[in-house]
């Protein structure tokens, strides 16, 4: 849900400032934007690659938009959609999303958060089983 909000704000962004290709730059940016952490970055290359062909000008533009998408979903998206659904600390998760791009490339960090829930789930459950 939060990949369609961003991607739909992100498209949005990139028609008014007038870059090239900026449904298919948005929908990769919220794609990407799965991805915690480093999603937002990588998302935003392609765009502000773009956007640098255009112009230097444009593309201090595409990253100003990126920048304010990600600060909307950070304070005000993401906190309402995807709060305590996980109850994972940040620096877990940023370890997961390491570890999976490391033994999995861009597949290991998709699936490596909700792995690591569902570990900790598990965990979880046996320790009450045994207690």
């Given at each position: ?12 962004g990139l028609f008014i400032i007038k870059v090239k290709y900026p ?19 990588i998302g935003a290359v392609p765009a502000v690659a773009v956007a ?32 305590g659904r996980l109850g994972l600390h940040p620096v877990t998760t ?38």
């Amino acid at each position: 849900m939060t990949a369609l909000i961003v991607s739909t704000m992100e498209v949005i962004g990139l028609f008014i400032i007038k870059v090239k290709y900026p449904i298919i730059l948005g929908i990769v940016g919220g794609i990407a934007n799965i991805i915690p952490y480093f999603g937002p970055i990588i998302g935003a290359v392609p765009a502000v690659a773009v956007a640098l062909i255009q112009s230097p000008v444009k593309a201090l533009w595409t990253i100003i938009v990126f920048t304010i998408v990600q600060q909307i979903d950070n304070a005000f998206i993401s906190p309402k959609i995807i709060e305590g659904r996980l109850g994972l600390h940040p620096v877990t998760t940023i370890l997961a999303v390491l570890a999976g791009g490391e033994f999995l490339g861009i597949t290991g960090m998709l699936v490596a958060v909700p792995i690591v829930a569902i570990l900790k789930v598990i965990a979880k459950r046996l320790v009450e089983a045994i207690v």
